[in-house]
């Protein structure tokens, strides 16, 4: 049984911090009020599961987010008549921070939530928040000419405007979710409940509870019921068997881990995962967690042949994650949300190397080739697939580098045949067919590399940081051989970062740096040409300077040209520069690597990051 008692005090307790959230993020009273009235009917709809959860205002809260933040897309910046000058001059300072700034400064001044927890609740590593926080922190007092110590103070101050606030009583919010949750119960009767509806004879049980609710502004539930879209439900017996496991790897031993609908716990049970749902207003999910172990090797003879040393079994996981959306638009932003999860991986150590489209696999379908690199290298082999209004996402991870996209794609076709005739469902699974594409849209800065497109580094204490994309003033990715610069009037978008990592002594001498550009095409033609002349006259006239080129690419559209360059610095000791300039159409970037004598980076890898690099560059232009 759900208890009353328990939600009434939740909802007392909880609505006027969450509103205050809400609203800071939005500037929209009616909207963010709005939005938790409907996230608590929506709680009470899943109670029972809900008032389990460890902490069920941090289930409750991006609910509620989501919700404001989609109803306020009319009006970018809204704010309430009447408010006062402190509060306006807050709110202003708000809207110039990006949304992961504004909700990492909102909760961490506004809630009891640990770092950890909000990083969570952004949706970000906890290095990245803590990056996007203290930036937040200087911009908001910059813009609201404000100590940093005071701006918890300030965001308080919006408490005068959200304890206007008036809310419905908790009778009325718990009928609204239990109407909801009658209409999902009333999936089975639909055809009766058309037909009555259409004779006019529909009467809610209860005391009016219907009237109460319009009075709300909340859904209606025989509108709900009317809607076909609303009718499937979704079973576990769609899920993957441990037999279809065969298919990342016949030799391992496969055991069922885990099936369950993902509501316990951060909801983060799959590999890059950044969200419980990919659609948190979906009709139903499962996930699915295998768990394999490979054959047991023989032990390794030592040269004191005495004693052997064991060789641990390897291992592997598997993932199945399924959900069935209200509608097949709502499934069609699902499974983009899910391509957004792995097109740019959020996990330490991550890098994306491939993507492939899969035909004849349920209406779309995608795979994803990560490596992670964090301990011994392992593959994630993702597939995304969606058919109607379901939602189907395969992850592997294995031992080693295992690049081809067959296996994967094979267990993301046997996925899709089992749902594609459940309810809901729509096309089933051929023969897949793969064609690699271009790494979609993803990163800080579209057409720029991010920390996700780049390689392992051996012996590198953590993972890859990116600092924060700058006007292009100084172009540390050149080298003394074509001292490029991305300046001048001709030149626009000209922007740079550099990625690094921090603790490593020095830091500021090791990393990778990418600078880009847009000029016109002839423009762009000629600016690479001109720095391929200053190498090529380098290689010839400066003392102590050797330079290898490792690839060189041209046509009317693309240039790619990659060096190696070594320069003496002292009769012992020289300098090892990987350096490319690369251009599609319009658009050039610059990237260089400067290595270590302790860390340095792959030829064929660093070639794999110029690829990208140009791959990325018309998203630049698209901007």
């Not at 992961?100 to 909102?106: F, Y």
């Not at 009317?226 to 065969?246: C, E, M, N």
Request: with cysteine; proline share 5%; aromatic share 6%.
């Amino acid at each position: 049984m759900r208890d009353p008692e328990e939600f009434d005090a939740f909802y007392k307790n909880v609505r006027d911090r969450v509103l205050l959230e809400t609203y800071a993020l939005t500037g929209d009273l009616p909207v963010s009020r709005a939005a938790v009235r409907d996230a608590f009917a929506v709680a009470w709809h899943h109670w029972r599961k809900v008032s389990r959860l460890d902490d069920p205002e941090a289930w409750l809260r991006p609910l509620a987010w989501g919700r404001a933040q989609r109803r306020h897309t009319a009006r970018i910046w809204h704010r309430e008549k009447d408010l006062d000058d402190a509060a306006k001059t807050t709110l202003d300072a708000l809207a110039k921070l990006s949304v992961p700034q504004r909700k990492a400064l909102i909760l961490t001044n506004l809630s009891p939530l640990s770092l950890l927890a909000i990083s969570r609740a952004v949706g970000l590593p906890q290095t990245d928040v803590e990056r996007e926080l203290q930036t937040a922190t200087a911009q908001f007092a910059i813009s609201r000419d404000t100590g940093t110590t005071e701006i918890r103070g300030h965001l308080e101050h919006l408490r005068t405007v959200t304890d206007t606030a008036q809310w419905p009583r908790v009778s009325i919010v718990r009928r609204a979710g239990a109407a909801r949750r009658r209409t999902h119960t009333l999936v089975g009767v639909a055809g009766t409940a058309l037909v009555l509806i259409a004779g006019g004879t529909f009467v809610s049980q209860g005391n009016t509870s219907t009237a109460s609710l319009d009075d709300e502004n909340f859904d209606s539930p025989s509108a709900a019921v009317i809607k076909a879209d609303d009718g499937p439900t979704l079973k576990d017996d769609v899920l993957l068997a441990t037999a279809d496991l065969d298919l990342v790897d016949s030799k391992m031993s496969w055991v069922e881990a885990r099936t369950d609908d993902n509501a316990a716990g951060n909801g983060l049970a799959l590999p890059c995962q950044i969200q419980r749902y990919a659609d948190p207003e979906g009709s139903g999910a499962f996930v699915r967690t295998f768990e394999g172990t490979g054959p047991k090797p023989k032990p390794v003879k030592t040269k004191a042949k005495k004693n052997a040393k064991a060789v641990p079994p390897a291992k592997s996981a598997a993932w199945e994650l399924v959900e069935l959306s209200g509608t097949e638009k709502a499934a069609q932003a699902a499974y983009s949300n899910v391509n957004s999860w792995y097109a740019g991986c959020l996990a330490e150590r991550t890098q994306l190397l491939s993507v492939h489209r899969v035909g004849q696999v349920g209406d779309d379908a995608r795979v994803f080739t990560l490596r992670s690199w964090r301990g011994s290298p392992r593959t994630l082999r993702v597939g995304v697939a969606r058919s109607g209004q379901l939602t189907v996402t395969t992850v592997s991870r294995v031992d080693g580098l295992q690049l081809n996209p067959s296996k994967p794609a094979a267990l993301l076709a046997a996925a899709v045949n089992r749902v594609c005739s459940a309810p809901g469902g729509n096309a089933c699974a051929g023969e897949p067919a793969l064609k690699e594409i271009d790494a979609p849209v993803a990163g800080l800065v579209p057409g720029m590399l991010s920390e996700f497109d780049l390689p392992p580094i051996a012996r590198a204490p953590g993972p890859w940081i990116g600092t924060e994309p700058v006007k292009a003033k100084v172009n540390v990715a050149s080298t003394r051989c074509d001292r490029t610069e991305f300046t001048g009037k001709s030149v626009r978008r000209n922007l740079t970062r550099t990625f690094l990592f921090p603790a490593v002594d020095k830091a500021n001498e090791f990393g990778l740096t990418e600078t880009v550009g847009i000029w016109s095409p002839g423009n762009a033609r000629t600016f690479v040409k001109d720095v391929r002349r200053r190498v090529d006259e380098c290689a010839e006239n400066a003392f102590g300077t050797e330079v290898r080129q490792l690839r060189n690419v041209a046509d009317e559209n693309t240039d790619v040209t990659a060096w190696n360059i070594s320069m003496e610095i002292s009769d012992k000791d020289s300098v090892q520069f990987l350096m490319a300039i690369v251009r599609s159409e319009g658009t050039v970037a610059q990237v260089g690597f400067v290595p270590s004598q302790a860390m340095s980076m792959d030829r064929e890898d660093f070639l794999d990051v110029v690829d990208r690099a140009v791959s990325r560059l018309p998203q630049l232009r698209a901007r």
